[in-house]
């Protein structure tokens, strides 16, 4: 049997996974931002890590997305890939970083690369044609990001749903041919209506990776934070929580603050334990040492 992205052996790479189209195994993807996360992504056996901008929201605490700049990413994507994962990394290219010249994208591209990531992904359609261009010139993959995008949050006036009229439904399937045919290797679709997401996901030979996009599509993404429950802001409807680490987290830290203010942290068990001899030679019981100083076998 021919190897699929989830069986094929370490690291997985760009072209690995715009060969998955079609080959019946779903793509899964989940955004990491250090070691810890990466390598609970990784170990769970998702094909891509993704070091989203979402980083500036779940993990740096601003509102949204466009405070983060390429030096925060590279710091991040750094971090995700001292881990070696399997999965391909991909490296959000922030807001700002490709905009400006082809000159500037190709550097914070390199840059995140030179970090450790396998591809870098960026937001828009054929207005970013050119940055897309640019990029894959330098050899890097790129993937695409189309519907809410949240670089473009005060453009489009807050995070909502794409693609509802048909006009802008027929201009997201036109910006998702537009960006495979300029050499994508996987599309996010992010936050449309399950029709649109199916009209992409047939119109194009790459993957499309959706969230908030329902099932028709060729894999599926979501922010780690989210699906773990490790934050206490309200989550879109799409995001399935998996766990309630925030709650495990409160638990597990408020048992440690009672112990401490109780005195029954540490124990004689987590303690170093200094030698009778060496107590009494600095005199530190006086007489009779306590019996207690001398630790168990
Ligand atoms: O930054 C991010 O986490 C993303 C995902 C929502 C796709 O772009």
Redesign the pocket.
């Given at each position: 049997m021919a190897p699929t992205a989830s069986t094929r052996p370490r690291p997985l790479s760009a072209p690995d996974i715009a060969a998955a189209k079609g080959d019946g195994h779903p793509l899964v993807m989940v955004?990491a931002y250090d070691a810890p996360t990466a390598r609970i992504v990784d170990e769970s056996g998702a094909d891509m890590i993704?070091v989203?901008?979402?980083?500036a929201m779940v993990v740096l605490g601003y509102d949204d997305?466009l405070q983060v700049s390429t030096a925060d990413m590279a710091h991040h994507v750094a971090a995700v890939a001292r881990t070696k994962p399997r999965a391909l990394i991909v490296g959000?290219l922030p807001w700002l970083s490709y905009h400006l010249s082809r000159e500037e994208t190709v550097r914070n591209a390199a840059t995140l690369v030179r970090a450790g990531a396998g591809a870098v992904?960026l937001e828009g359609g054929r207005k970013r044609l050119d940055s897309v261009s640019a990029i894959l010139d330098t050899e890097i993959p790129v993937m695409g990001?189309l519907g809410l995008t949240?670089q473009s949050v005060h453009a489009i006036g807050g995070f909502k749903v794409q693609g509802r009229e048909l006009d802008a439904a027929r201009a997201i399937v036109d910006d998702a041919v537009a960006l495979a045919e300029a050499g994508c290797f996987a599309i996010?679709l992010?936050c449309v209506p399950d029709g649109v997401a199916r009209m992409v996901t047939d119109a194009l030979d790459v993957p499309t990776i959706g969230?908030g996009a329902g099932r028709h599509c060729d894999g599926q993404?979501l922010?780690f934070h989210d699906l773990v429950g490790l934050e206490d802001r309200k989550v879109p409807k799409f995001v399935r929580r998996y766990a309630d680490m925030l709650g495990m987290g409160l638990d597990a830290v408020g048992r440690f603050v009672a112990d401490v203010r109780a005195g029954t942290f540490p124990s004689s068990e987590e303690t170093y334990h200094m030698t009778d001899r060496m107590a009494e030679a600095l005199d530190l019981y006086g007489e009779a040492p306590p019996v207690s100083v001398t630790p168990p076998a």
């Open positions: 955004t993704l989203g901008d979402s980083l997305t959000d992904k990001h949240p996010v992010e969230i993404v922010v």
